[in-house]
């Protein structure tokens, strides 16, 4: 057990973090939304529009991401490890920076559609995101709301492994059936990113699944 594990016995906790934890899931939450919308339409400066507000989401969790950091090196007594402390606001912005790089390859690629796989993985990424918030609200009181934490990451896990699947299928029928070369490529490469987000999500899930257990 580590020192700041033992103290946390004896002394009262800060509780000061979980305001930008909750924060940055609710910028998630937008992000995700909002790249569900720019999936759905086809014109282009609308497109744009919206990777703006993502990309505003993404810069304003590095914001918070900095806060925390510095917040961190200041405080004694943390709410869990210190290690976990950082390594959740780490993972959480990662989330915002891959839904931002997601958007950023749509709007570079531009493809001629967007097929309907990739507007049920953006709604998956979308209700992850919404379980990470969820979470987040719920991390405070850990012992209270330790099954319910964990139920929640188990969807997020089995939401992963659904749009591996979706990924998997989708980039064999792209190879099997696309005959323009250019659009197989901006295709390929949108799904990439758009099945990368799914993994850094579960890392998020995994991060508060160790805590979970580290504190309950």
Known sequence: MSLNSFLQFFVTKETKFFPIYIKQSELLVHATKTLLEMVKIDNYE???????????????????????????????????????????????????????????????????????QLIETANYLHECATL???????????????????????????????????????ISNLFNNETDYIELVKNKNIAETFESASDVLKNVADTIRTIVIKNS
Not at 46 to 60: C, V, W
Not at 105 to 115: A, G, H, T, V
Not at 151 to 166: F, G, R, T, Y
């Open 132 to 170: 990470l918030s969820d979470i987040i609200r719920q991390l405070e009181f850990i012992s209270l709301n330790h099954n319910d934490i964990i139920e929640k990451c188990d969807k997020i896990k089995h939401i992963e492994h659904v749009i591996d699947s979706i990924y998997s299928d989708y």
């Open 46 to 116: 609308e497109r744009k529009l919206l990777g703006r507000q993502i990309k505003k989401d993404e810069t304003d969790g590095d914001e918070l991401f900095r806060n925390l950091y510095k917040m961190l090196n200041i405080t004694f007594i943390t709410p869990f490890d210190r290690e976990d402390v950082n390594e959740l606001a780490a993972n959480m912005d990662d989330s915002l920076d891959i839904i931002d790089d997601c958007s950023k390859n749509i709007l570079m690629y531009q493809p001629k559609r967007i097929d309907s």
